[in-house]
């Protein structure tokens, strides 16, 4: 399943390892394709790496500096202009206490903040906004994480006398607005190292080049920013290569050590050190967004991140471990009616999962969208809808006319990717049914008419469907075949047709998990987009259940998220090893063997290394069987061409009927996996059958017609997965009992 590595870079990679025999580190590399040797050393070892340098911004930073200068010089007032997501959020402190080095301490009343308001403003720049700062004598505003397209917005402060500076990494205009200056990593070339950064490291850049441009005036160095950009970093999801990851790596070491109250305070709530990504990702991202949620006034956030007053920040962090748990609770929810609505798509066709639902919070269907596209494997929209926008007059450049969407239904949505597919591509494509929308490759948010709703889910599944196609074509044409194609594509659990599985970074056993895996494998981090923390197959495994429980908030009151607690065991380690199911109770783990992929974590408050539960895959037939229960026995598949003549007798018996079967009861009817019976319903299609996902399982009809050639490409595809789990895949026959019911009333092909 994973490549051979050669020596020589095992031994290369072994000077990092303490001289481990182990090879884990240097399979997950090679998976990765980081396998020339000389970019190792910077790569584990931040000193050794080049960043860019901020004077790559060229022209664009000179204006910026002088204007900055000036401000400072004239003590005219300055306002940063934020966002009210994470990455707006640390920009803002980044600025706020970066700029606040330039500025005596008796004129910090000359430096001031704006984060718009959650229910009532969108993301950008707003002209109601621009009044409010104008009237209490802004003469400069600096945007962070925001601002490149807000080009009515900008003519609106020239109007009121207020000068703008523009640090963001969103949508490029077409032309550059008329700022001041305008910093934005996306004029570099998609190679360029600096390509990447995200809002909060634009912001760092700009007060890293004052520091060179002003050298008298700070007292404090500023690498002690680092930590908040670190968290801006890790909780956008932007690429975590090159610079990203440069500054991720020194941002951490910073966070470990950091003097900011709000920031100890938080890693004491969720018990963790700091010294880790997953810090941010797993504790104080959530914390921080949750707290978005609840507060209208995101600002506070910025007080949280930059004061000094201890008694201030004890009661900020009470609110944001409170607001915490209740997210938790929400999550949870969301997550369970987003399944519920799903089970009525038709996935077999469903490229992009897009759904809506006037009930969903907007503050947290980011982190739903990201936990379904990965379970989906598609990437997924998430809409809030029945939002107007306000009746205000929206100064629109040039036109001077009101805004086309004023007085119209929205529906606001957070969007995340799956695999390699650039999202931000794929919704930019779609402009004109936009609203708003701002984003990057794995993540967006967006805004559109609720009426065209139907209309962008249509497109945008079409584009990807066709995308798709091209894709696999290419690769049968250069692959050898289509058989060739699909043996290779099966056996890596890796894409048929656009991603449906999970990417597997190592296979390891039970009695391999531990201590030493765990710190060979912490060498990759900083992990997040662009470099994820490992995913580890386990072969046939069991689950000993521990204990569920709900969780609880700081005032001892129980919350409904539920966490479980197990022993994972196999041939190699009976006693078993423990781990955690976010989300699920005891009852959810499988009672039989299966394989299991997992995360390899550290538990803080234990002091232990645990696993958490990923995903259960179907079980390998050529796997070694632990004890299984006495009442247990196989399942014989039956060759590929019989099991096609019973997917078709099932068909039109269903069709004739009206009558509905669960997936599982397909899957044991049949011995298919969850790839195989896709491909198989998907095969049927082209034969004139309809396939209907319901929400009591799958139905099928028959047209009676054929409009267009069968696709005898489709079916192959369907044969090719079949005869690859041949050999792979058992299901115990005590699960066939009730798919047995259903031979009584199919009607086989004649």
Not at 249 to 259: F, M, N, R
Not at 337 to 365: C, E, P
Not at 517 to 541: A, D, H, R, T, V
């Amino acid at each position: 399943m994973l490549e051979d590595i050669p020596d020589y870079f095992l031994s290369e990679v072994q000077k990092y390892t303490s001289k481990s025999p182990k090879t884990y580190l240097a399979k997950v590399l090679w998976q990765r394709g980081i396998r020339e040797t000389q970019l190792l050393k910077a790569f584990f070892q931040p000193d050794f790496y080049q960043p860019g340098s901020f004077r790559e911004f060229g022209a664009e930073l000179d204006f910026a500096l002088n204007r900055i200068k000036q401000a400072i010089a004239k003590s005219e007032k300055i306002t940063i202009w934020g966002d009210f997501e994470i990455d707006g959020i640390t920009s803002t402190a980044v600025l706020w206490s970066g700029l606040q080095e330039f500025l005596p301490a008796d004129k910090y009343y000359h430096l001031d903040y704006y984060i718009p308001n959650r229910l009532t403003e969108s993301h950008g720049l707003n002209c109601a906004g621009i009044t409010k700062l104008a009237s209490r004598g802004t003469k400069l505003i600096i945007t962070c994480d925001t601002g490149s397209t807000s080009i009515a917005e900008i003519a609106h402060a020239h109007e009121l006398g207020l000068e703008v500076i523009i640090t963001d990494h969103h949508t490029l205009p077409k032309q550059r607005p008329p700022v001041v200056a305008i910093l934005n990593p996306l004029y570099f070339p998609r190679n360029h190292q600096l390509a990447n950064l995200s809002g909060v490291a634009v912001a760092y850049k700009l007060i890293e080049a004052l520091y060179e441009f002003l050298p008298e005036l700070p007292q404090k160095p500023v690498t002690d920013l680092l930590d908040l950009v670190a968290i801006g970093l890790v909780s956008n999801l932007v690429q975590l290569t090159g610079d990203c990851r440069y500054l991720a790596q020194l941002g951490i070491k910073h966070l470990a050590q950091t003097p900011r109250l709000g920031l100890q305070e938080l890693l004491k709530s969720c018990q963790k050190s700091g010294d880790r990504p997953t810090d941010i990702g797993f504790g104080i991202a959530p914390r921080l967004n949750a707290i978005i949620w609840v507060h209208e006034d995101a600002g506070v956030l910025v007080e949280f991140l930059t004061s000094t007053n201890q008694e201030r920040v004890n009661t900020l962090a009470e609110q944001v471990e409170l607001a915490n748990t209740r997210r938790k609770a929400l999550e949870k929810d969301t997550l369970a009616l987003v399944k519920k609505k799903i089970n009525y798509l038709d996935l077999s066709t469903t490229r992009v999962i897009v759904l809506a639902d006037s009930q969903w919070q907007v503050g947290i269907l980011g982190l739903v969208a990201g936990k379904i596209a990965e379970e989906y494997s598609r990437p997924t929209i998430l809409f809030h809808t029945e939002e107007l926008i306000p009746q205000e007059v929206e100064e629109v450049i040039e036109t001077s006319a009101r805004s086309p969407f004023e007085g119209i239904a929205l529906a606001r949505g957070s969007a995340r990717s799956f695999g390699d597919i650039d999202l931000y591509e794929l919704v930019a494509s779609q402009a004109q049914l936009l609203h708003n929308f701002g984003g990057h490759p794995f993540a967006a948010e967006l805004s559109l008419p609720v009426d065209s709703l139907p209309l962008f889910t249509e497109v945008i599944n079409q584009q990807l469907r066709q995308k798709s196609a091209i894709n696999l074509n290419h690769q049968l044409q250069n692959q050898g075949g289509l058989r060739e194609l699909n043996r290779r594509v099966v056996s890596n659990y890796s894409q048929i047709i656009d991603s449906e599985s999970s990417q597997i970074d190592l296979i390891v056993t039970v009695a391999e998990l531990g201590l030493e895996l765990y710190q060979e494998l912490k060498l990759l981090e900083p992990c997040g987009m662009g470099n994820p923390s490992p995913k580890l197959l386990i072969k046939s495994c069991q689950f000993k259940p521990i204990k569920s429980a709900n969780i609880s908030d700081i005032k001892g009151k129980k919350v409904s998220y539920l966490k479980t607690e197990f022993d994972i065991c196999d041939r190699s380690e009976e006693s078993g090893f423990p781990g955690v199911w976010w989300g699920h109770s005891k009852d959810d783990l499988p009672k039989g063997v299966v394989d299991a992929i997992v995360k390899l974590d550290y538990n803080n408050d234990r002091k232990r290394t645990q696993v958490e539960l990923i995903t259960l895959l179907p079980l390998p037939k050529n796997s070694p069987l632990p004890s299984l229960p006495p009442s247990t026995s196989l399942y014989l598949p039956l060759p590929p061409i019989e099991t096609w003549k019973q997917l078709l007798g099932i068909a039109k018996y269903l069709s004739r009927t009206g009558g509905v079967v669960t997936i599982e009861k397909l899957q044991r009817k049949l011995g298919l996996g969850n790839q195989s019976l896709v491909l198989g319903l998907t095969a049927i299609t082209t034969l004139g059958f309809e396939v209907n996902y319901l929400e009591r399982g799958v139905g099928i009809s028959h047209s009676y017609s054929i409009t267009a050639p069968i696709n005898s490409q489709t079916i192959n595809i369907f044969f090719a997965a079949m005869e690859e789990e041949q050999f792979r895949y058992s299901i115990p026959q005590s699960l066939n009992s009730e798919a047995n019911n259903l031979d009584r009333n199919v009607t086989m092909l004649n």
